[in-house]
């Protein structure tokens, strides 16, 4: 048996905020492991024992304070985060990683290494997987694992040969020997539901300011956005669907165990609420569905709609979907199954960017969909997108007076970011565009600064920003 720590860096506390919910990477590796008699824990270094948030326009107003973290390696948060995995006394330690946070990984594993030489760090997640290379730009960490991390992190703390295991990237005596991509775990409702108790450095009291009700029913995605990391993150052609008697049962597990306490507060709304008193919440907490698109096999969702009805669970929830996977019964089954809000991803009103950014998505599917939620009385945020190369001022403009068409709930309006490992980014540095920040940087939304596309106007950028005072009148973020 070996005892392991799995960590989730700081990132909204180097903003000044935090995040209290549960990270469900490491959640899943952790039950995981437990489940084969290893003693995983989590350790959330984004949590704060606060109710107070910061909205998320003061989120992003900190970032240059957000920059200074990194340049500060004997702050009190490093320390604190090292005195804690110390504390524990690893013989394992495994890092979910973003791009966002793969700074913070390599100031923690950096120092962890030069005060405790044998804890074996591993680092797993998004980033590990979009950068095959990252042992070599951070040399504190033994290994990485790409893509799922459940079988290879078993098979790691087992002493099995990292050359044999299918996901691993290790070092060899003439550089990095590298396993690729973990094979994809087939049937994925054998899995063991996530952790959501073993928090490490909580109290009984603060344990309960976790919000431990997200829960995961798909790995993967389909589809092929080039402005999106699922495509490399994960395999689109062998995405995984667990079955809605798996997650119906894990509904019911977090209804009967965790629902009862009582929570005060959303803590999963984390940074985007505008005051403190919008967080307070009817019920116990809303369950968040984190699948990519959670609407995406009709049959598949009008089934799990129909059971959780039938359960009568009483549980408001929220997801993420696609227009073009919506129908009028659908629509109406997620009003009467408890959903609060669905999440779409319009991004642009013009098809011709559209088309350039992979949506395969048209206006019209859009403006359908949009109405099918409308009628249905189901909520929905509406996510928009403007900086693509070669878009325009009148591609923007199409953007503006679309948004306003559909009538969304509330409107979250970002600026493109190239994320490290998306087509985009490849494609942007092919054509010979110098990226002027740091891959980790240009995880903001929301702000020009951001902006990569020249031809676009002040003016026209600032009309579309200016959308956000359409939230004024709306129901909120949820
Ligand atoms: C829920 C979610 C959030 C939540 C919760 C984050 C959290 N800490 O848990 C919130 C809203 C806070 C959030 C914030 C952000 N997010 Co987010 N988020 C997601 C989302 C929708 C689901 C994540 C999830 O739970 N997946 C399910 C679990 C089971 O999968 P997983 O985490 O990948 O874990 C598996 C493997 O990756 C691996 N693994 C993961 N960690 C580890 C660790 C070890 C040691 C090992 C061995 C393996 C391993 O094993 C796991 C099980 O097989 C994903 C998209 C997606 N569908 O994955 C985006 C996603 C991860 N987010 C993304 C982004 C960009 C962000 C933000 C930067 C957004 C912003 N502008 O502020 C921030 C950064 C936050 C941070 N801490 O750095 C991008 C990341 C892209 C990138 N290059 O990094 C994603 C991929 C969306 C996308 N398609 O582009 N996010
Ligand atoms: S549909 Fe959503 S999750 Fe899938 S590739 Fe496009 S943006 Fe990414």
């Given at each position: 048996?070996?005892?392991?720590?799995?960590?989730?860096?700081?990132?909204y506390?180097?903003l000044?905020?935090?995040?209290?919910?549960?990270?469900?990477?490491?959640?899943?590796?952790?039950?995981?492991?437990?489940?084969?008699?290893?003693?995983?824990?989590?350790y959330?270094?984004?949590?704060?024992?606060?109710?107070?948030?910061?909205?998320q326009?003061?989120?992003?107003?900190?970032?240059?304070?957000?920059?200074?973290?990194?340049?500060d390696?004997?702050?009190?948060?490093?320390?604190?985060?090292?005195?804690?995995?110390?504390?524990?006394?690893?013989?394992?330690?495994?890092?979910?990683?973003?791009?966002?946070n793969?700074?913070?990984?390599?100031?923690?594993?950096?120092?962890?290494?030069?005060?405790?030489?044998?804890i074996?760090?591993?680092?797993?997640?998004?980033?590990?997987?979009?950068?095959?290379?990252?042992?070599?730009?951070?040399p504190?960490?033994?290994?990485?694992?790409?893509?799922?991390?459940?079988?290879?992190?078993?098979?790691l703390?087992?002493?099995?040969?990292?050359?044999?295991?299918?996901?691993?990237?290790?070092?060899?005596?003439?550089?990095?020997?590298?396993?690729?991509?973990?094979?994809?775990?087939?049937?994925?409702?054998?899995?063991?539901?996530?952790?959501?108790?073993?928090?490490?450095?909580?109290?009984?009291?603060?344990?309960?300011?976790?919000?431990?009700?997200?829960?995961?029913?798909?790995?993967?995605?389909?589809?092929?956005?080039?402005?999106?990391?699922?495509?490399?993150?994960?395999?689109?052609?062998?995405?995984q669907y667990?079955?809605?008697?798996?997650?119906?049962?894990?509904?019911?597990?977090?209804?009967?165990?965790?629902?009862?306490?009582k929570?005060?507060?959303?803590?999963?709304?984390?940074?985007?609420?505008?005051?403190k008193?919008?967080?307070?919440?009817?019920?116990?907490?809303?369950v968040?569905?984190?699948?990519?698109?959670?609407?995406?096999?009709?049959?598949?969702?009008?089934?799990?709609?129909?059971?959780?009805?039938?359960?009568?669970?009483?549980?408001?929830?929220?997801?993420?979907?696609?227009t073009?996977?919506?129908?009028?019964?659908?629509?109406?089954?997620?009003?009467?199954?408890?959903?609060?809000?669905?999440?779409?991803?319009?991004?642009?009103?013009?098809?011709?960017?559209l088309?350039?950014?992979?949506?395969?998505?048209?206006?019209?599917?859009?403006?359908?969909?949009?109405?099918?939620?409308?009628?249905?009385?189901?909520?929905?945020?509406?996510?928009?997108?403007?900086?693509?190369?070669?878009?325009?001022?009148?591609?923007?403009?199409?953007?503006?007076?679309?948004?306003?068409?559909?009538?969304?709930?509330?409107?979250?309006?970002?600026?493109?970011?190239?994320?490290?490992?998306?087509?985009?980014?490849?494609?942007?540095?092919?054509?010979?565009?110098?990226?002027d920040?740091?891959?980790?940087?240009?995880?903001?939304?929301?702000?020009?600064?951001?902006?990569?596309?020249?031809?676009?106007?002040?003016?026209?950028?600032?009309?579309?920003?200016?959308?956000?005072?359409?939230?004024?009148?709306?129901?909120?973020?949820?």
């Amino acid at each position: 048996m070996s005892k392991v720590l799995l960590v989730n860096p700081p990132f909204y506390r180097l903003l000044q905020s935090h995040y209290n919910a549960n990270s469900l990477g490491i959640a899943y590796v952790a039950s995981y492991l437990n489940s084969k008699g290893h003693d995983a824990w989590l350790y959330n270094a984004d949590f704060l024992n606060t109710k107070v948030f910061l909205n998320q326009k003061n989120l992003f107003k900190r970032f240059d304070d957000y920059k200074t973290f990194f340049k500060d390696e004997n702050h009190k948060i490093w320390n604190e985060v090292i005195d804690k995995i110390i504390a524990f006394e690893p013989e394992w330690i495994g890092y979910t990683s973003y791009t966002a946070n793969i700074t913070a990984i390599e100031i923690i594993s950096r120092k962890l290494k030069s005060l405790r030489p044998a804890i074996k760090q591993v680092i797993g997640g998004v980033h590990a997987t979009l950068d095959p290379e990252i042992l070599n730009k951070v040399p504190s960490l033994d290994y990485s694992i790409q893509r799922e991390g459940e079988h290879a992190m078993f098979d790691l703390l087992d002493g099995k040969d990292p050359k044999n295991i299918s996901g691993v990237v290790s070092r060899g005596p003439s550089g990095l020997i590298n396993n690729w991509d973990a094979d994809v775990i087939p049937d994925i409702d054998k899995l063991p539901f996530p952790e959501r108790d073993k928090f490490w450095g909580l109290t009984e009291e603060e344990k309960l300011m976790v919000d431990v009700s997200y829960i995961c029913s798909i790995r993967g995605c389909p589809y092929r956005c080039n402005y999106c990391a699922s495509p490399e993150h994960w395999k689109r052609n062998k995405t995984q669907y667990r079955s809605p008697k798996s997650l119906v049962n894990e509904m019911r597990y977090l209804k009967e165990n965790y629902w009862n306490r009582k929570k005060e507060f959303d803590y999963s709304a984390s940074a985007n609420t505008k005051s403190k008193n919008e967080l307070i919440i009817e019920d116990n907490s809303t369950v968040y569905f984190v699948d990519d698109i959670f609407t995406v096999h009709k049959e598949r969702i009008k089934e799990i709609l129909q059971r959780i009805i039938d359960e009568n669970f009483g549980m408001k929830w929220k997801c993420e979907a696609r227009t073009d996977h919506l129908d009028e019964e659908i629509c109406q089954l997620m009003a009467k199954a408890g959903c609060i809000r669905v999440k779409i991803g319009f991004e642009s009103g013009s098809d011709r960017i559209l088309k350039m950014i992979q949506k395969d998505e048209t206006t019209e599917d859009m403006r359908k969909g949009a109405k099918l939620l409308k009628d249905a009385g189901v909520p929905f945020t509406g996510y928009f997108m403007i900086g693509f190369p070669e878009e325009t001022d009148d591609d923007v403009r199409q953007t503006i007076k679309f948004a306003k068409e559909i009538d969304a709930d509330y409107y979250s309006l970002s600026v493109l970011a190239p994320y490290f490992g998306t087509k985009v980014y490849y494609d942007m540095i092919d054509a010979g565009f110098e990226l002027d920040k740091k891959p980790w940087e240009y995880f903001f939304h929301q702000t020009g600064d951001l902006m990569v596309n020249k031809n676009i106007s002040e003016e026209v950028l600032k009309e579309y920003l200016s959308l956000n005072e359409l939230n004024n009148n709306r129901k909120g973020y949820v």
